[in-house]
């Protein structure tokens, strides 16, 4: 293998995979228009793996510093009774992700609107709609609220939430995330420290499933009845959680479905993708992407690497050529997502291998187009190359 | 018998040459003629290749073709219908349909979330309350009903608003239907002509059926309107008749007589316009800005 690693065709070669890299990379448009498992695989990312086969997280504890509370059924009124209730308990914030479309009776709203324009830690969610790259927020009460934020997700419509965008600005007008609002007022410095990250998005750590939050029954709250959970300076978030395991009201898929790929149910209410969005914060503890430049370090090293191993086969045992370069793609395959998952599971680490692994299935072709020019070089200028004594 | 099966073979023969339309006007909005009538084009209408279309300033017409293609006219001109006739062919070919398939999704590459998080932001993650498709300026969940003027002022995010009355509370099919005016205020006198006492649903809702929760309507009979009223309005105390009117209202209007409440707030903000609290809930009434 490392018999032509330092010879002049491999490093050459090599640089040509990268040029020809460079050059499809020009091409503006989309070239996997018939591919159907690109088309199939379009919201697959095989990180997702790390929390739906290999567990990721698992041995996280509880969250005791968050609790939903369920508001079910309740109308207006019933959910203006349960953040009057919990408002009187001292909690640190209280983050309403529900959606008031449209006035409805007047009292209650007029209650709701109370609430929401007298204090500045409560917290209310709204809907951003986003058309053609302009930004409005729509709905009611959302003006009237102190603090609020966007519960919008990032991501494929119907895919799985992956992301988040903590803060959006659009033509001068800044917009904040529910989860990012909650975080200001519960989490002042760490809401400074994913600030100044300044990242436009931020790729979702999920750390507990729904499982792993403590949940109230907003009717208890309702009814005056003690629950065994303080919630003096914690952080509450009030959403709805259907009783019925099949509904999907408010319902999104991520990354802890067991089905990747393919049809299947979303398995996260959107209150405890917020939740975990919150503990993200609190506990700053982000994914973090490798850089650009060592993505495409480790793709030339490794690219490098498997031109030798081609080039040895190519020009001493080329009846072994390709199935050697077959199977070395293959297995070069499995090892690199073994290893991007590893950096990810344990460290919270994205590398992204896309690089690595195109350079690596091109490297066979323009093996071949650089033997080929190697060739006509000789045969012009002279020019000597390991290909000229091949026999194959 | 002959003569009959000759008249019949006859007419099946000519029939076979009778000419199909070529569109059907599916919207129309504007000043449209088309050669030969005075009237205004107005959906359903079908238009035959020896027609002549005219649009006027600001004229918009959509028209199905006869395979179910649609295109639409909005700048100001005569136009042919046998040359509109070619748009519908274009894009009926099976060859071209796949290439400009191609095309679309060649030329379309797929952007990335994390990249362009503005045009990935579909997914909200919170229950909603309320329908975002429909707003009306009270809130009339509820209302008792016998007779008198009651406007109702709304907003659609349907292209072709219809308000429909219904027996249930969902399904089934409306029993009147109206077509809404653009910033017109739907008059509930009109949506419930000649319905019979009894308990009803209504909504606003899309042409297609698409629509919010239906409201609850009750539509009494006179005698048993007139007791319910009274009764009501036996609870007033008697203060200044402003005061009093205003009281009226005010109880009606909470117990979902709308109708009926409104006289009495006019009345008060007649007797006394000055005060702001008998302006604003008769303001109510005519809110736009919703």
Request: net charge positive.
């Amino acid at each position: 293998m490392f018999k032509y690693l330092f010879k002049r065709d491999t490093i050459l070669a090599t640089i040509m995979v990268f040029i020809v890299m460079g050059l499809l990379a020009l091409i503006p448009i989309n070239t996997h228009v018939l591919d159907p498992i690109k088309m199939a695989l379009q919201d697959f990312d095989y990180n997702d793996l790390a929390y739906s086969q290999f567990d990721k997280n698992g041995h996280t504890s509880v969250d005791t510093n968050i609790v939903v509370v369920n508001i079910g059924n309740a109308d207006r009124a019933g959910i203006a009774g349960i953040i009057s209730e919990l408002a009187s308990k001292k909690p640190a914030v209280i983050g309403v992700d529900v959606l008031f479309n449209e006035a409805k009776a007047a009292a209650p709203d007029s209650l709701l609107v109370q609430l929401f324009s007298g204090s500045d830690k409560i917290v209310l969610a709204y809907h951003l709609q986003a058309e053609k790259r302009v930004l409005a927020a729509s709905g009611f009460l959302w003006p009237n609220a102190m603090a609020r934020g966007y519960a919008n997700f990032v991501g494929e419509e119907g895919g799985s939430i992956r992301h988040t965008a903590p803060i959006m600005k659009n033509k001068g007008t800044v917009y904040q995330s529910f989860a990012a609002a909650v975080a200001q007022v519960a989490y002042p410095v760490e809401y400074k420290k994913l600030v100044y990250r300044n990242n436009r998005t931020e790729q979702l750590n999920y750390t507990r499933t729904a499982n792993k939050f403590l949940v109230v029954d907003g009717k208890e709250i309702l009814a005056g009845r003690e629950t065994s959970i303080s919630f003096t300076g914690k952080t509450i978030l009030l959403g709805y959680i259907s009783p019925d395991p099949n509904s999907i009201e408010d319902k999104h898929f991520t990354p802890f479905n067991k089905k990747s790929v393919g049809k299947t149910v979303p398995d996260m209410e959107g209150v405890f993708i917020h939740a975990n969005i919150i503990s993200m914060i609190r506990d700053h503890d982000y994914v973090n992407k490798s850089p650009v430049w060592i993505n495409w370090l480790v793709a030339s090293v490794l690219c490098w690497l498997h031109m030798s191993l081609f080039i040895r086969f190519f020009v001493d045992k080329h009846l072994w050529f390709h199935l050697v370069a077959k199977i070395a793609q293959v297995v070069s395959a499995v090892l690199f997502v073994y290893l991007g998952l590893l950096f990810y599971f344990k460290w919270d680490v994205k590398i992204n291998l896309t690089p690595t692994f195109v350079a690596i299935i091109l490297a066979v072709d323009v093996l071949y187009f650089y033997e080929a020019i190697s060739t006509w070089l000789h045969k012009r200028f002279g020019i000597h190359s390991l290909f000229i004594h091949a026999h194959h | 018998m002959k003569l009959f099966f000759s008249i019949l073979m006859t007419c099946f023969f000519f029939s076979a040459f009778a000419a199909d339309p070529s569109f059907v006007v599916y919207h129309s909005q504007g000043r449209i003629n088309k050669t030969g009538s005075k009237n205004m084009l107005k959906k359903g209408d079908q238009l035959f290749a020896k027609d002549l279309l005219v649009l006027g300033e600001g004229s918009k017409l959509l028209l199905i073709c006869s395979n179910y293609q649609i295109i639409q006219l909005s700048k100001k001109g005569n136009y042919p219908v046998k040359k509109l006739v070619a748009q519908c062919k274009q894009a009926t070919s099976y060859s071209s349909s796949y290439f400009k398939y191609v095309w679309n999704e060649l030329t379309h590459p797929h952007g990335k979330p994390e990249q362009e998080p503005e045009s990935y932001m579909k997914n909200v993650g919170a229950v909603s309350r309320g329908c975002n498709e429909v707003a009306l300026a009270m809130q009339v969940d509820t209302i008792h009903y016998y007779s008198g003027t009651l406007p109702l002022v709304w907003w659609a995010a349907y292209e072709k608003p219809v308000a429909a009355v219904f027996e249930q509370a969902m399904d089934g099919e409306a029993v009147q239907k109206i077509t809404l005016a653009a910033k017109e205020p739907l008059q509930l006198t009109q949506l419930v002509k000649d319905l019979s006492p009894g308990t009803y649903y209504w909504q606003i809702m899309g042409e297609q059926g698409s629509g919010c929760e239906r409201k609850y309507l009750k539509i009494w009979n006179k005698a048993s309107y007139l007791k319910a009223v009274q009764a009501l309005l036996g609870f007033v105390p008697e203060s200044s008749p402003a005061e009093t009117a205003y009281a009226k209202a005010f109880l009606l209007h909470e117990h979902h007589f709308l109708a009926e409440a409104l006289p009495y707030y006019k009345l008060a903000v007649k007797l006394n316009p000055g005060n702001s609290i008998y302006r604003t809930s008769l303001n109510k009434f005519y809110e736009t800005n919703f």
